[in-house]
């Protein structure tokens, strides 16, 4: 999932609990990927999918706005022609030791749009590279 910096930053800090998006993830997905865009253009961050929760934009706000990490305006701007929204629970926060390429260590060309869903091996190569945030040596 791409995220700008900022955002991947906040996650990584456990300052961003939700991501917001306009659609729901598969529901058998477990684990994201978190693709920091330019500068960085680095996979960073993965976490954990604890829930998901659909609703209208303004009850997202209510239930998740101090859990955001984003300001008000944005999200509100974001969701400005979306009837539903999707938030998306981070559960445990895990980061790479060093972030990881897109083409060297998950064999994705281009930065994902999306979802892009990968291979359960790559998934597994990429977790297999990251530790639960505190645990990083």
Not at 35 to 41: D, M
Request: glycine share 6%; hydrophobic share 40%; net charge positive.
């Amino acid at each position: 999932m791409s995220i700008h910096p900022v955002y991947a930053n906040a996650i990584l800090c456990g300052d961003k609990k939700v991501e917001f998006r306009k659609r729901p993830l598969a529901s058998d997905i477990t684990h994201v990927l978190v693709y920091s865009t330019a500068p960085v253009s680095a996979v960073v961050v993965s976490f954990t999918v604890a829930s998901q929760h659909t609703s209208a934009p303004v009850n997202l706000w209510k239930r998740f706005g101090k859990v955001s990490g984003i300001p008000r305006r944005k999200f509100f701007d974001y969701y400005s022609s979306s009837a539903l929204g999707t938030g998306i629970e981070a559960g445990m926060v895990f980061a790479p030791r060093q972030p990881l390429n897109l083409a060297a260590s998950l064999g994705v060309q281009r930065p994902p749009q999306s979802f892009p869903y990968l291979t359960p091996e790559t998934a597994q190569s990429a977790l297999d590279a990251m530790s639960p945030v505190g645990l990083i040596a």
